[in-house]
């Protein structure tokens, strides 16, 4: 499938979103759409509420105000066999280990289909290797998961991703741990998934990586939805600074790279 041919209509509708810890609001009135079959990136200073944010896309917090819509329904009524099928996470990953070979990490992209007691079919095994290939893990497929670097493990994630298939992909900072080359060839496969229908949702830091391959941007600072639509109609250098409180500047270059420009506060 062209995402072209694709019509922009929501994959998610966000209405007078909230969130709050105590008495602090984390999150306060997000009214926003994320255009289905197209790449959002989440984008903002640290603290600002991204990861809270695609916490409640992903049905992992319940908001204190307002409501998640999928597909023009409420997240919260759906049930969460259907949610595993929906939508595929990508969380940050914790130190510890996992009594797991970075193979069977992935083989468990498997379960929302199989279940708990199902067997893997010679297909099934075919698409884990497919994907342990596609993000360049073949040779450390055997080893156990405490022996992984952070980069394999990102790496072992996203794969575990393609193999389980949902529609929609929330990541939380994906580039984490990922060199050049292996950043490279993820903002490639995942230009590959939207290209073929695939939703992504995915909080990054680095901005003129998110102006170069999202289709779509939420600006946050402090909690508040400051800017969303197009990268180059919404990460203004006034927008940018007002977010991140620091002068900032992104353009595009003759050749059309995006150039960042961070200035000095007297
Ligand atoms: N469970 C919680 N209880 C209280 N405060 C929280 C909780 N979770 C997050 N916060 C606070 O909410 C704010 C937003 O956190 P969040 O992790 O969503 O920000 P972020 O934009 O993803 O930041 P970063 O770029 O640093 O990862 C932070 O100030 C954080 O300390």
């Excluded at 496969?189 to 289709?215: C, F, K, M, N």
Aim: with cysteine; charged share 15%.
């Amino acid at each position: 499938m062209n995402a072209a041919a694709i019509p922009a209509m929501p994959a998610f509708l966000l209405r007078q979103l909230g969130l709050q810890a105590g008495t602090r609001a984390l999150l306060e009135g997000i009214d926003a759409q994320l255009p289905l079959g197209r790449f959002t990136a989440i984008v903002g200073p640290n603290g600002a509420g991204k990861s809270s944010l695609l916490k409640l896309l992903a049905g992992l917090q319940a908001p204190s105000q307002g409501q998640v819509l999928l597909h023009g329904l409420p997240l919260a009524a759906m049930p969460l066999a259907e949610r595993a099928r929906q939508l595929g996470w990508l969380g940050q990953f914790a130190a510890a280990d996992l009594p797991l070979s970075l193979h069977d990490y992935v083989l468990l992209g498997l379960r929302p289909t199989l279940g708990s007691f199902g067997q893997a079919s010679a297909p099934d095994l075919a698409r884990v290797a497919s994907a342990l290939q596609q993000f360049d893990l073949l040779g450390a497929q055997q080893r156990r998961w405490g022996q992984l670097s952070g980069g394999e493990r990102q790496r072992a994630g996203l794969a575990r991703l393609l193999v389980q298939d949902a529609p929609l992909w929330l990541l939380d900072e994906p580039t984490n741990h990922l060199d050049l080359k292996h950043q490279a060839l993820l903002f490639r496969r995942l230009r590959a998934e939207v290209a073929q229908g695939r939703t992504i949702v995915a909080v990054l830091h680095d901005l003129p990586q998110a102006a170069r391959w999202a289709d779509h941007v939420l600006l946050l600072g402090e909690g508040r939805l400051l800017a969303q639509g197009a990268p180059a109609d919404c990460l203004s250098a006034a927008e940018l600074s007002r977010a991140y409180q620091w002068p900032v500047r992104l353009w595009p270059d003759a050749a059309g790279h995006w150039q960042l420009a961070v200035g000095e506060v007297a």
